[in-house]
T-cell receptor, first 112, second 117 residues
Framework: DQQVKQNSPSLSVQEGRISILNCDYT??????FLWYKKYPAEGPTFLIS?????DKNEDGRFTVFLNKSAKHLSLHIVPSQPGDSAVYFC???????????FGGGTRLMVKP | NAGVMQNPRHLVRRRGQEARLRCSPV?????VYWYRQLPEEGLKFMVY????????ESGMPKERFSAEFPKEGPSILRIQQVVRGDSAAYFC???????????????FGNGTRLTVT
């Protein structure tokens, strides 16, 4: 029973173009959503988050959009850089605590 | 200003042996979370601990796995009588307390890669 799903296991983008990573969730109790970036042999690193009271949050080249009615969020990276190549995990949590439920990840490859 | 420290980074055990994974949280953090990542999968929650208390162990296998976070010292994830299916990366995260106003995210360590031969 996957409550958080990332349906694209991989994505390849040209340097300078936009990368769009998608995430769907099923549990309507989730009210806080995060994106983590992970390089091989390292732990996940927090990237950006969004509360359910918002529909957009921006931080430099990274923007997260939340569509509560569709239970869908997306991460936009623009412009994409080769150093962005990593696995990106979407995660969600409920009001009651910090426990995160992760999606399966999307491997992003940005080609020079 | 050390982050979450996990050791060892790599651990090799034969089937039937015990594995002990250690996690030192960020200084001042009293909450620890353990996650497991099987090959080619996402991170799965295992257990959430406060100092000397297990808060939520709903993701822990019922047998062979245990976790503790004593008053002094690191949090320990213990796997008894390991099997090949336990081979995975085990990540620890810490936080200072329950949800804060700014929803501070969890900070993860670099993990322990357990290989069972």
């Amino acid at each position: 029973d996957q409550q958080v799903k990332q349906n694209s296991p991989s994505l390849s983008v040209q340097e300078g173009r936009i990368s769009i990573l998608n995430c769907d969730y099923t549990n309507s109790m989730f009210d806080y959503f995060l994106w983590y970036k992970k390089y091989p042999a390292e732990g996940p690193t927090f990237l950006i988050s969004i509360s359910s009271i918002k529909d957009k949050n921006e931080d430099g080249r990274f923007t997260v959009f939340l569509n509560k009615s569709a239970k869908h969020l997306s991460l936009h990276i623009v412009p994409s850089q080769p150093g962005d190549s990593a696995v990106y995990f979407c995660a969600a949590s409920k009001m009651t605590g910090n426990m995160l439920t992760f999606g399966g990840g999307t491997r992003l490859m940005v080609k020079p | 200003n050390a982050g979450v420290m996990q050791n060892p980074r790599h651990l090799v055990r034969r089937r039937g042996q015990e594995a002990r994974l250690r996690c030192s949280p960020v200084k001042g953090h009293s909450h620890v979370y353990w996650y497991r990542q099987l090959p080619e999968e996402g991170l799965k929650f295992m257990v959430y601990l406060q100092k000397e208390n297990i808060i939520d162990e709903s993701g822990m296998p019922k047998e062979r796995f245990s976790a503790e976070f004593p008053k002094e010292g690191p949090s320990i994830l213990r796997i008894q009588q390991v099997v090949r299916g336990d081979s995975a990366a085990y990540f620890c995260a810490s936080s200072p307390l329950l949800r804060t106003a700014d929803n501070s995210p969890l900070h993860f360590g670099n993990g322990t890669r357990l290989t069972v031969t």
